[in-house]
Structure formats: C-alpha cells, structure tokens
C-alpha cells in the first residue's frame, strides 16, 4: 500500500507564502501524472494543481499564476509553491496520482492544513 505523507502547511496572513511537501513511499518514476488536490470544509476535493512525469504542469484558474507544482522523482516526492495566498485557499491540501476520468489510485494522506486569514 503506498503512503503519502503530506507536510508545509500552516497559518498564513493573506498574501503570503507556503511550500507544501509530500513524500511517496514507492518510486515515481513510473507515475505519469501527480497532482495536488485541496478540500475546503463542506466542499469537494477538487484537483488545484498537476504535473506529468515529462514536467508539463496544468492549474485550476482559480490557483493560475500564484501556485507552482514540481517534483523530485529521485527522491520521491511532489511540492506546490504557493504565493500571494487568499482566504479562498483555506483547505486541506492532499497529494496523489492524477488518472483522468478516475478516482486517485492510493488511499489519502492525512494531508496538511492550509490556513489564510485576512
């Protein structure tokens, strides 16, 4: 069973800075596409932010221009970035595998709370 071991998040004012962390406990350099995910409370999780194995990165407008994802295969793990953060971000932030169309393949991290006062 694979783990995913979200970390980085916090209590931010808005307009600040995070860099979430997450650490995969097998190798992604099989995994074509990796993805950040966020819940906020009473909504759905929905997918902010993801990146193929080639390093092609795709954004939810709602995050465009302020989020960055990447990854460390060598290390097995995936970061977002996150600038100029708005009260809107406030959620819990997953990571996993992104297969389009389907539900993430592996069971759900704890995840880490993000946290945007204004």
């Known amino acids: 069973q694979v783990q995913l071991v979200e970390s980085g998040g916090g209590l931010v004012q808005a307009g600040g800075s995070l860099r979430l962390s997450c650490a995969v406990s097998r190798s992604l350099s099989s995994i074509n596409v990796m993805g950040w995910y966020r819940q906020a409370l009473g909504k759905q999780r929905e997918l902010v932010a993801s990146i193929t194995i080639a390093g092609t990165k795709t954004y939810a407008d709602s995050v465009k221009g302020r989020f960055t994802i990447s990854r460390d295969n060598a290390k097995n793990a995936v970061y977002l970035q996150m600038n100029t953060l708005k009260p809107e971000d406030t959620a819990i932030y997953h990571c996993?595998?992104?297969?389009?169309?389907?539900?993430?393949?592996?069971?759900w991290g704890q995840g880490t709370q993000v946290t945007v006062s204004s």
């Open positions: 996993n595998s992104v297969l389009p169309g389907l539900r993430p393949p592996w069971s």
